[in-house]
């Protein structure tokens, strides 16, 4: 039941991961600062949703006291988050919510990699699931560098970007590869925040206090970067239009409920399983839900809600082509495809290996019950021995 119960929380947050890149993306196109933008996201969040939430569930207990260990842990899980959020919103403005969707296939494999320098995962190449996991991080590396580096000619094009020059293009290109290699960065990054927290969680479980404090330093890490990089006061002026939503939008769902949930799922569940679920589309997760609720449980699996991944993509694709204008190329298209097949090899190894590790606990939990079953007879016969020994 834990496992469904983890397995429906991180669907329900996940599937809005395309919205988030996708309005933030249009608020950037609105001239909003991204740097003043990871400020403002994580300030409200600390301050009108977090605070709160810590004073309520703290009324009447007091959380653990924090050790200067765990303090110096969350404060390097805030520049780890303060590092997620410039890298990706940076190449999210470099280039497009759909590559974002593309890129953010890697984190599984990056945290797969990270998990086994930690020990928190095992590698075994001549056991089946090591083998898949690891052959499908090689392959979402590949596909993620024929993304970045790779376009080719155009699938899908608006009238506005028909019109651009030969010099346009040629920016674009320019921009798209700077903007891949920078949520790659935010990707890797991403991973070690994952590995973080399930090390912070283990000795400190107080998902909230941690998920709050880590809040507050990436709100003063980000405003120290934000003025260094940005000097222009006018910057930090928001405007009454996509700007409010986009902040209002990440700060209750990145960086508050999301946080929390990613925080609580790598305590019950590990890191590499968390990771599994990014990203998940809502419109499609909703759509295809039903289609596909029947097979999450016949394939007896939590790693399979990530079917809807690809479908994600897809509706990150149009998404950004019907609202934002962009151009969908077949660079694109290929790289997709070659990181979801390495991404679904990745999760398919998990599968087998918690699969394996619930026959394992079975098959020992039904010999541990026959041997209980047939100690009290034994024990019978012991004493009835003795009592009739003591008779003579």
Not at 178 to 200: E, M, N, P, Q, R
Request: some cysteine.
């Amino acid at each position: 039941m834990m496992s469904v119960g983890v397995t429906a929380v991180m669907v329900a947050v996940e599937c809005l991961e395309v919205g988030l890149s996708t309005v933030s993306k249009a608020a950037m196109n609105g001239g909003m600062n991204r740097f003043v933008f990871v400020v403002y996201s994580n300030g409200v969040a600390a301050i009108f949703l977090l605070l709160p939430a810590s004073l309520f569930f703290y009324w009447k207990r007091s959380p653990p006291p924090l050790t200067s260990s765990i303090i110096c842990r969350i404060f390097v899980l805030g520049l780890l988050s303060c590092g997620v959020q410039t890298c990706m919103y940076t190449g999210i403005g470099y280039s497009s919510p759909t590559l974002s969707s593309a890129i953010g296939d890697l984190t599984p494999a990056f945290t797969f990699i990270l998990a086994i320098f930690s020990g928190m995962e095992k590698l075994n190449l001549r056991v089946k699931s090591s083998l898949a996991k690891s052959i499908g991080t090689i392959v979402s590396i590949a596909g993620a560098l024929t993304v970045t580096f790779y376009r080719g000619p155009a699938i899908l094009i608006t009238s506005s970007r028909s019109t651009d020059s030969h010099n346009k293009l040629q920016l674009l290109q320019t921009n798209w590869v700077i903007g891949g290699l920078l949520l790659t960065v935010a990707c890797f990054f991403l991973s070690l925040s994952y590995i973080f927290k399930t090390w912070i969680i283990k000795d400190y479980p107080e998902v909230l206090m941690v998920t709050f404090i880590r809040c507050i330093f990436v709100t003063i890490q980000s405003a120290i970067v934000a003025l260094i990089a940005e000097r222009d006061p006018i910057a930090w002026k928001l405007k009454p239009d996509m700007e409010l939503i986009a902040i209002g939008y990440s700060a209750v769902f990145a960086e508050a409920v999301r946080n929390l949930v990613h925080t609580w799922a790598c305590h019950k569940k590990g890191p590499v399983y968390t990771c599994m679920f990014k990203p998940l589309g809502i419109v499609i997760a909703i759509v295809m839900g039903l289609l596909f609720f029947g097979i999450l449980f016949i394939l007896e699996g939590p790693v399979f809600v990530s079917m809807f991944n690809l479908l994600a993509i897809v509706f990150s694709v149009f998404m950004g082509f019907l609202f934002l204008g962009e151009t969908l190329w077949l660079g694109s298209l290929i790289g997709v495809v070659i990181i979801v097949v390495g991404f679904y090899s990745v999760m398919l190894g998990k599968m087998k290996e918690e699969k394996t590790f619930e026959d394992t606990s079975t098959t020992t939990l039904k010999s541990h019950i026959s041997y209980d079953e047939n100690e009290p007879l034994l024990q019978n016969e012991t004493e009835e021995g003795i009592h009739n020994k003591a008779s003579v």
